[in-house]
T-cell receptor, first 117, second 115 residues
């Protein structure tokens, strides 16, 4: 158990719909990352938040957005869903201090499996 | 693109050491080598990381060559539960304030531990 929680575990929805995935980081971790894993693309970085602010963007579609709240939990919003958005979505968190690389190791949650029909 | 090259798959007998190689010939001086594994669609699990010295923890050992262009992850006594995809990743450690530090995953090595 990494200490990162994600809800829901499974989500089945239809094309055109909108869903929200939730992530609670490990206690004390300030940074949250979102990754997408599809069969053909592998694990890909989407976006990072640090203490409520966006820090880095990867291959995130404009239909997708995220935010990190004052209690440090994060939500990933996926809208106008397409069949190709079916994937595993992982959240990871890290402490992020200036204390060296060991303090920014990312720990992953169990993921949310999204199926778009 | 991933900066590492790993074999697509490897087999290992249960109880034997599993040695997983990784080439990272373009690694920079401030980049660390990280290893993660993913067991059948579970979240990736952190294993170990290092800069230039060999490292050991309760899960594995990491051997980095002197020129830092390659490394080997060693699982000393592989069990069936070690069957997974192993990812070798090079990245710069994040600095103060949460500067960019996302992981770039390649295809990894699928390790199959057999009885």
């Amino acid at each position: 158990d990494s200490g990162v929680t994600q809800t829901p575990k499974h989500l089945i929805t239809a094309t055109g719909q909108r869903v929200t995935l939730r992530c609670s980081p490990r206690s004390g971790d300030l940074s949250v990352y979102w990754y997408q894993q599809s069969l053909d693309q592998g694990l890909q970085f989407l976006i990072q938040y640090y203490n409520g602010e966006e820090r880095a963007k990867g291959n995130i579609l404009e239909r997708f957005s995220a935010q990190q709240f004052p209690d440090l939990h994060s939500e990933l919003n996926l809208s106008s869903l397409e069949l190709g958005d079916s994937a595993l979505y992982f959240c990871a968190s890290s402490v992020v201090t200036s204390g060296g690389p060991g303090t920014d190791t990312q720990y992953f949650g169990p993921g949310t499996r999204l199926t778009v029909l | 693109d991933a900066k590492t090259t790993q074999p697509t798959s490897m087999d290992c007998a249960e109880g034997r050491a599993a040695n997983l190689p990784c080439n990272h010939s373009t690694i920079s001086g401030n980049e660390y080598v990280y290893w993660y594994r993913q067991i059948h669609s579970q979240g990736p699990q952190y294993i170990i990381h290092g800069l230039k010295n060999n490292e050991t923890n309760e899960m594995a050992s990491l051997i980095i060559t002197e020129d830092r262009k390659s490394s080997t992850l060693i699982l000393p006594h592989a069990t069936l539960r070690d069957t997974a995809v192993y990812y070798c990743i090079v990245r710069v450690a994040m600095g103060r304030g949460g500067s960019q530090g996302n992981l770039i995953f390649g295809k990894g090595t699928k390790l199959s531990v057999k009885p």
